[in-house]
């Protein structure tokens, strides 16, 4: 695989990962579509918890087409 971390970023003591989707999706798409993209989503948080020594790495995907957001 290979990729790039869109955003890292703090909110409320908690790290968070933002990965941009420019899919297409609906409201009943979002889940299924964001399923699709899990092992990315496993790789991404596997790799900024190793980098900042982290147990815990919050991930969501953002469908910039919809605003609709999943998090993983």
């Keep these: ?3 790039v ?3 890292v970023y703090r909110l409320d003591g908690q790290v968070w990962i933002a990965d941009y989707k ?3 999706v609906t409201e ?3 889940t299924s579509r964001a399923a ?3 092992m990315q989503a496993r790789i991404y948080r596997e790799a900024v918890s190793r980098c ?3 147990d ?3 991930f969501q995907f953002l469908f910039l087409r919809t605003g609709l957001a999943v998090q993983a």
Aim: without cysteine; charged residues 40%.
């Design 22 to 24: 420019t899919d297409s």
């Design 36 to 38: 699709e993209y899990q």
């Design 28 to 30: 009943r798409e979002r």
């Design 5 to 7: 971390i869109d955003l």
């Design 52 to 54: 900042l020594g982290l």
């Design 56 to 58: 815990k790495v919050n």
């Design 1 to 3: 695989m290979e990729g």
